[in-house]
C-alpha cells in the first residue's frame, strides 16, 4: 500500500510540475542576435555531408525568417563539410545575391553549375552570371 501512496504522490507532483504556466516569450528588442560571428573559433573540416545538410537546414530556416547573414553563414558552413554539395552552393548565391554580394553570389553559381551541370534550373542560373 505504500508503494502505491507514492507513485500517486509522484504522479500529482508530475501533474502540478506540467501545470505550471510556461515562461512568457522574450519580446522582439530582447530576442538574442541572429549568430555573433566573431564568437566562432576557426573549425578544422573533414568531409561530413550529415554535417553540410543539417547546416542546410538551419541556413533555410534563417533564409525563411530573413536573416541573411545567419543564412550565409551556414549554407557557407555547409559548402566547408561537403565541398561536393551542388545544394549548399546553389542555397549560397541565392542568399548572398538576396543580400546584393553579386560578386560572391556569381562565384557561388559557378560553383554549382560547375558540381550540377545536368540540373533543371542551369538556364536559369546562367542567366544570374
Same mark, same amino acid.
Given at each position: 500500500?505504500? @508503494?502505491? %501512496? %507514492?507513485?500517486?504522490?509522484?504522479?500529482?507532483? #508530475?501533474?502540478?510540475?506540467?501545470?505550471? *504556466?510556461?515562461?512568457?516569450?522574450?519580446?522582439? @528588442?530582447?530576442?538574442?542576435?541572429?549568430?555573433?560571428?566573431?564568437?566562432?573559433?576557426?573549425?578544422?573540416?573533414?568531409?561530413?555531408?550529415?554535417?553540410?545538410?543539417?547546416?542546410?537546414? /538551419?541556413?533555410?530556416?534563417?533564409?525563411?525568417?530573413?536573416?541573411?547573414?545567419? #543564412? /550565409?553563414? %551556414?549554407?557557407?558552413?555547409?559548402?566547408?563539410?561537403?565541398?561536393?554539395?551542388?545544394?549548399?552552393?546553389? %542555397?549560397?548565391?541565392?542568399?548572398?545575391?538576396? @543580400?546584393?554580394?553579386?560578386?560572391? #553570389? *556569381?562565384?557561388?553559381?559557378?560553383?554549382?553549375?560547375?558540381?550540377?551541370?545536368?540540373?533543371?534550373?542551369?538556364?536559369?542560373?546562367?542567366? *544570374?552570371?
Amino acid at each position: 500500500m505504500g @508503494s502505491v %501512496r %507514492r507513485i500517486i504522490l509522484t504522479l500529482i507532483a #508530475a501533474g502540478a510540475i506540467w501545470a505550471q *504556466k510556461p515562461e512568457k516569450p522574450l519580446p522582439k @528588442s530582447e530576442e538574442p542576435p541572429e549568430e555573433d560571428t566573431t564568437l566562432k573559433e576557426k573549425k578544422e573540416y573533414s568531409f561530413n555531408p550529415v554535417q553540410a545538410e543539417a547546416e542546410i537546414k /538551419i541556413g533555410n530556416f534563417y533564409f525563411k525568417q530573413g536573416k541573411l547573414k545567419a #543564412a /550565409i553563414l %551556414r549554407f557557407r558552413e555547409a559548402t566547408q563539410w561537403n565541398p561536393q554539395s551542388a545544394e549548399a552552393f546553389l %542555397r549560397l548565391g541565392t542568399a548572398l545575391e538576396k @543580400s546584393k554580394d553579386k560578386k560572391a #553570389a *556569381k562565384e557561388a553559381y559557378a560553383k554549382y553549375l560547375e558540381l550540377a551541370p545536368d540540373a533543371k534550373n542551369v538556364a536559369e542560373i546562367k542567366k *544570374k552570371l
